[in-house]
């Protein structure tokens, strides 16, 4: 009986053993698992790749599964973030030079159909009359559903004169609409710039890009030159989709003094120490302290969101129309070895009063919708914004932006702006700065 209940012990002990032991393995295993989880996930990707790869119904390339691996994994960040094939690299610094062939239209995502921002002027898309806001719903028969921005851009790019056909989805049109294009050079003019009127002149800025900045100066020259001395300035960014930050930076840096926030144009925040910046006004000589009035809508977005921001918080200009897209982040170029780029959102920018405008927007100082004035009915503006992008990022830090002012419609004059009830609104505003301005030095 004492042998066999020696044994007994020894065999409880043993298995005892054996359980801690066991238990001890599993923890150190669950630590490991839980200190190095990226790991884990890399293996899940490889295992899923060879089971595609092995038991798929056709034959895959690892380029393509590599590929639309790191597309979804980008395409989950934002709608800003995207991997740019070799190809599609070298047409994004095509398009920042100016001059691409295509069709014109700024595009995006939401609710995960392909949607357009805004055409671009004097282009095949503009000129056929695609608005903001019309979804693509076929690009040359073409099923645009689950389909990368990358892969929309590159069946819509192509040689001048080659033909390719959408079919757009309209908010209130009966049925899908066929619009037959055919592309063009686009040749995106930087901008326009012309008199109004004797001392009043325009600036028609329709994206940002390399020499915009250098081009803004020229026009400003050419009116002085038209004009003798400027009374006002109407800065109309509509539709303009935005571009290069430098040159949104340039045009306000022509009316920015050191005054307010040290003369701060925009200041970025993100995780990294280079997404840290501020980008202010250079001291040296500014324009004339004349009345200004920049004109944004729903198409307005990045950099002249920056720009109209700006000269908003420094109360150089009067923000007239509707409120602004509200893209404010940004997006870092990162080129690849294979010859692609991972475009990145890195940050977010912030106006020199501390506002985020990210799925926001610039709030109008003075709210003008945009009016037929030849029977005095409401356009349709474009709805879609930031905030309505899917994976969109919310606004982060920011203070509340100045409230916005309706204004009436009234006193239809001046049908010679042609039928753009904004512009006359805004040169009648000049007007009325320019009586006040004069008054104030009479006094003086």
Do not use: C
């Amino acid at each position: 009986m004492a042998a066999k209940g020696r044994k007994k012990l020894l065999f409880v002990v043993v298995v005892v053993s054996l359980v801690i032991a066991g238990f001890g393995i599993g923890l150190r295993l669950w630590r490991s698992e839980r200190i190095t989880p990226t790991t884990d996930y890399l293996k899940l990707l490889t295992q899923v790749m060879a089971f595609v790869k092995k038991n798929y119904v056709e034959p895959v390339e690892d380029k393509k599964l590599v590929e639309s691996a790191v597309t979804g994994m980008l395409a989950s960040l934002d709608p800003h973030s995207a991997y740019l094939p070799p190809d599609s690299f070298k047409e994004m610094k095509v398009e920042m030079s100016g001059s691409f062939g295509g069709l014109g239209i700024e595009i995006s995502m939401k609710d995960g159909k392909l949607t357009i921002i805004s055409p671009i002027e004097d282009t095949p898309a503009f000129r056929a009359g695609l608005k903001p806001g019309d979804h693509i719903y076929r690009i040359d028969g073409k099923d645009t559903h689950g389909m990368s921005i990358t892969k929309a851009v590159s069946l819509m790019r192509g040689t001048k004169g080659t033909k390719v056909t959408l079919t757009i989805v309209r908010e209130g049109a009966p049925r899908p609409l066929v619009v037959p294009l055919v592309r063009d050079i686009i040749l995106v003019k930087s901008l326009k710039s012309r008199s109004l009127e004797p001392g009043f002149g325009y600036i028609r800025i329709s994206q940002f890009q390399e020499r915009t900045g250098e081009d803004f100066a020229k026009a400003l020259e050419t009116l002085r030159q038209q004009n003798g001395t400027l009374r006002g300035l109407i800065i109309d960014l509509r539709n303009n989709p935005g571009g290069l930050l430098d040159q949104a930076v340039k045009v306000a840096d022509r009316f920015i003094g050191e005054g307010f926030s040290n003369g701060v144009v925009v200041y970025t925040k993100g995780r990294e120490s280079y997404s840290q910046n501020s980008l202010s006004a250079n001291v040296g000589e500014k324009e004339p302290y004349y009345p200004i009035v920049v004109l944004i809508n729903g198409g307005s977005a990045s950099a002249s969101e920056i720009l109209a921001g700006a000269l908003q918080d420094h109360k150089r200009a009067v923000i007239m129309g509707t409120q602004s897209f509200g893209k404010g982040s940004v997006q870092s170029v990162m080129p690849l070895r294979n010859g692609g780029a991972l475009k990145l959102t890195t940050a977010r920018y912030y106006t020199p009063s501390g506002r985020s405008i990210q799925a926001k927007g610039i709030v109008p100082d003075v709210v003008v919708a945009r009016l037929d004035l030849k029977n005095v009915q409401k356009k349709d503006e474009p709805d879609i914004r930031e905030k309505d992008l899917n994976n969109h990022m919310s606004e982060g830090a920011a203070t509340p932006a100045p409230p916005a002012e309706e204004a009436p419609v009234k006193n239809l004059k001046n049908l010679e702006l042609g039928n753009d009830y904004q512009m006359l609104r805004a040169l009648e505003l000049l007007h009325g700065l320019d009586a006040m301005n004069r008054l104030n030095l009479k006094k003086q």
